[in-house]
Structures are given as structure tokens and as C-alpha cells.
């Protein structure tokens, strides 16, 4: 303790003799000026590295400070010392901001970046720096930061679901030489560490996954069972951390799979080769579903916000429920346009559409050289009278530049 020590420098036994004292004396007033140097020299910067007042608070005060700060900064703050970083990642910060209220959706985009495989990227706030304001007035203050992890595994659009602080990576094949697989990948986005999970039922060869009821995750694809093709649909409950024991076969001649579905009011809609088919979870059976809610999922652009199905298909942003059917997304006022045959991906966040597209510069497309533009868009939504849904874009940006030989994989955002 730093009062223990303290008492040390002081004599036990006080000496009354008054020789000494003036001894005493005589030495506090010729180390005086030596004192009156030091003080001097303090304006000199010092080169050895300072420890962080802040981190020398107690633990409790620094989890309650930083657990308070919105996540959208965490990237900006991992950069300020290892401690930091560690701090960020740790899981009492998360049982803090869960018990303070602060939890948030944070937007998690994943690429595939040409030529070292699959990477994750988070949404957050570049590090404040020195605008006019023309420039600030153009900038939305939003980028994607890398989030740093390691054995990666590989993705697809169809493949990757989030539920809570977690991401879901079902039935991606880890390699070019496998045609199917049951994998389960599930990144934490608190540590920013990937774990395996139990692996489905079977080995799919196509597959989509999606919520149901925000509860649990489903999987949808086909398999091979002696040489023949056929359906199948897999549970999983992520508190028991288990998936049904038996898949819900689907005895309808329908062809394969392929990796388009949606949940929407309790069903499951999928597209297979010849019809289409939506599962009733309540009533545990078949149904047969119309063609046209697929017309808009072909592209891969589009997702499910709080039970409404939206699509950027072709750059015309369209929404459906099983009442109205598909109508146009009115509103969108300041949204540029996509080129035709740009890549879009919809994703939702915290109950708004996040809308990721890619642009490429004019000049030869072949070029290594030439980059492609990442840009992002937030769009709230508000459910009016008449069955009409509008989009009020809150902001759009560049937020990330890429190789041209990059593509964008998927869209979602994790509650940490």
C-alpha cells in the first residue's frame, strides 16, 4: 500500500537534539535547488511510453465507462493499446452492457476477397479527423473496419444467418474438392472467435437458412440417399445447442432444393426445380406456394424484416407480404441507382434495411489494377395505411474499396 511505504521514509524514534534539526534543515535547503531543476526539465517530452491514466482506474469503473460507448466506436478503440484491446473482447464487457441496456445491432458484412479467401467487416466509425465542411456534409462518418480473426471458414449468401451475439455458417463445403457437407461454423461477435457447432443431420448439396420466429434456425437442401436426390428440412434450437434428431422429409415430386427461402408468418417458403413449396411449422405439413414470390429472390438480393420479405432485384426495391403480395417500396428520396448488373445485398439491422451494392470505376474491367467500390445505404421503414411500406434513407457512403476480383457474400447484423 502506498501509505506503508509512505511511513517508511520517516524515523521511528524523533530525536529532540536541536543540532540535528538544524542539520535537517541545512540539507532540505541544499537539495532546494536541485528540486527547482527537476521541475524545469518536466516540460521535456519524455520518450518512455506512458501507461494509460484510464486504464489505471479500477476494473469495475473502466467496464461501466466502455460498456457505455456505442460498439460502432470499438474498432477506432482496439487501436489504442493491446489492454484495449483486450478489454473489447472480453465477456464481462458484454454481461455489462447487458445488464446496463446497451446492447445494439452491429452490421457484419462478409466478402470474398481475391486472393486470400473469406473475411468478415464490421460497421463502424472512422476515427474523428480534420473536415471542412463540404467535406462533412459528404461524408456519413460510417466504414467497414476488418474485424481480425483467424481460420475463417468459407461462405455463401444462403449459407449465413445471425441470431443474438452469434453467426451462423451451416453446410458450406471447406474445400474444392467437396460437393456437400454438414458443417456448422458459429462466429461470436463479441470475441471475434469462430467455434464449431453440432453438424446437420445429413450432408446437403445445396442449402438455405434462415429464422423461425426469431427462435430458431432452419436448413433447407437436398442430400443424396443412394443415389437419390431428396429433400430435406433440419431444426436447430440454439439454446440446447442440438438439432432434431430427424430431418422433415418432403415427399413432394419437386425437384432439388435450391438456395432460395424465406420465412414469412410461421411458413417456410423454398424454391425448388419444378414447383415451390411452404412449410407450416404450426401445423407440421406441406403446402404448395405461389411461383411469384420467388420472381424477386433469384438474384440473391434480398431479406426478412420483421416479417415482411424485401428484394433489390434488378435495382427495383420491391416488398411482399402474404396479404398484399409484392408491392413497390415507396420513399427511398436521395438513393442512387444501381448499375444493372451491380451486386446487392440486403441485410436487416436492428429493423432497417441495410443495403450493400457494388460499383465499379470507368476503364478497362480486366485491369488488376482497377478497384471496386463497396457503398452502403440505411433505410428506415414505415408500414403506412393502404398497404403501403416507405423508405426514409438515413444515409449512404463508399464504405469500402476492394479488388475487382472481390465479391460481396452476405449481410447481417448481430445483437452484442
Not at 185 to 208: G, K, M
Request: hydrophobic letters at 35%; charged letters at 20%.
Amino acid at each position: 500500500m502506498w501509505w506503508s511505504q509512505s511511513l517508511s521514509y520517516f524515523p521511528l524514534n524523533m530525536s529532540s537534539n536541536g543540532e540535528e534539526r538544524l542539520t535537517e534543515m541545512k540539507k532540505k535547503r541544499k537539495t532546494t535547488p536541485r528540486i527547482t531543476t527537476k521541475k524545469k526539465k518536466k516540460n521535456k517530452p519524455s520518450t518512455t511510453p506512458q501507461s494509460s491514466p484510464f486504464l489505471s482506474l479500477p476494473d469495475d469503473l473502466v467496464l461501466n465507462i466502455v460498456a457505455r460507448v456505442p460498439r460502432l466506436y470499438y474498432p477506432t478503440l482496439s487501436l489504442v493499446s493491446k489492454s484495449f484491446r483486450s478489454l473489447l473482447a472480453s465477456p464481462e464487457l458484454y454481461k455489462v452492457r447487458s445488464l446496463l441496456g446497451k446492447t445494439e445491432s452491429c452490421l457484419y458484412v462478409c466478402i470474398n476477397w481475391f486472393p486470400e479467401g473469406f473475411r468478415w467487416f464490421t460497421l463502424c466509425r472512422k476515427p474523428d479527423q480534420t473536415l471542412t465542411n463540404d467535406e462533412k456534409k459528404k461524408s456519413s462518418g460510417y466504414v467497414l473496419a476488418s474485424v481480425p480473426m483467424t481460420n475463417t471458414p468459407h461462405a455463401d449468401f444462403a449459407s449465413v444467418v445471425a441470431l443474438g451475439s452469434d453467426i451462423y455458417n451451416i453446410g458450406v463445403p471447406q474445400s474444392s474438392r467437396e460437393a456437400s457437407s454438414s458443417s456448422v461454423f458459429i462466429l461470436d461477435c463479441r470475441s471475434h472467435t469462430w467455434r464449431q457447432a453440432p453438424s446437420l443431420p445429413v450432408e446437403l448439396f445445396t442449402v438455405s437458412v434462415g429464422l423461425i420466429d426469431g427462435k430458431k434456425i432452419y436448413a433447407a437442401g437436398f442430400f443424396d440417399a443412394n443415389s437419390e436426390d431428396k429433400n430435406s428440412l433440419s431444426v436447430f434450437d440454439p439454446k440446447t445447442q442440438a438439432w432434431d434428431p430427424v430431418p422433415i422429409p418432403c415427399s413432394e415430386p419437386l425437384g432439388v432444393f435450391y438456395r432460395h427461402s424465406a420465412c414469412i408468418d410461421g411458413k417456410l417458403h423454398v424454391a425448388a426445380q419444378n414447383m415451390n413449396v411452404a412449410y407450416n411449422f404450426k401445423e407440421a405439413r406441406w403446402d404448395s406456394s405461389q411461383r411469384v414470390i420467388y420472381y424477386h429472390m433469384i438474384s440473391n438480393s434480398f431479406c426478412v424484416v420483421e416479417n415482411v420479405l424485401y428484394s433489390a432485384s434488378h435495382g427495383a426495391f420491391k416488398w411482399y407480404d402474404t396479404e398484399a403480395g409484392w408491392r413497390v417500396l415507396q420513399g427511398l428520396v436521395g438513393l442512387p441507382k444501381f448499375p444493372h448488373d451491380s451486386c446487392v445485398r440486403l441485410g436487416n439491422f436492428g429493423g432497417k434495411l441495410a443495403v450493400l451494392w457494388e460499383t465499379i470505376p470507368y476503364g478497362n474491367v480486366h485491369c488488376s489494377l482497377i478497384k471496386k467500390m463497396i457503398w452502403c445505404a440505411v433505410i428506415e421503414l414505415e408500414r403506412r395505411p393502404n398497404c403501403e411500406i416507405w423508405g426514409k434513407v438515413e444515409w449512404f457512403d463508399h464504405v469500402l474499396t476492394v479488388s475487382i476480383y472481390s465479391t460481396l457474400e452476405s449481410v447481417v447484423s448481430a445483437t452484442v
